[in-house]
């Protein structure tokens, strides 16, 4: 995603007007051992952005990711994508009883799950 020098980076943060922050090396979001990669610009600019780095985790397969049979969301990274959002938010995205969750669930067909308070 950087490329060498942070070239590669640089060019596409040129052409999409998008800003990309990536954790540095060894730091992981908690309890993981993945970067955290903040996209800023307008909803054009992060989405163009988005789809750049995902086609390039596509395009690389995680040489840490466990064997077949075991835990498949970690074998298909290219398939799933983490957002952060505020903990006063993550209600209106569950929804009273999880009824809004469990139509996003539904209509698009995406595993989402949001995790427990600590």
């Known amino acids: 995603v950087i490329g060498k020098g942070g070239d590669t980076i640089a060019r596409f943060q040129k052409e999409t007007c998008a800003r990309v922050k990536i954790s540095k090396t060894n730091e992981f979001y908690p309890g993981t051992t993945e970067r955290v990669c903040l996209i800023l610009g307008n909803v054009e600019s992060i989405t163009r952005m988005h789809n750049y780095i995902m ?64």
């Open 55 to 118: 086609d390039k985790i596509y395009e690389k397969p995680d040489l840490n990711a466990k064997q077949p049979g075991e835990t498949r969301l970690i074998c298909e990274r290219h398939k799933q994508v983490k957002i952060l959002v505020p903990n006063s938010t993550a209600g209106m995205i569950i929804g009273k009883g999880g009824g809004f969750i469990k139509d996003i669930k539904e209509s698009s067909g995406a595993f989402v799950q949001i995790s427990q308070k600590p």
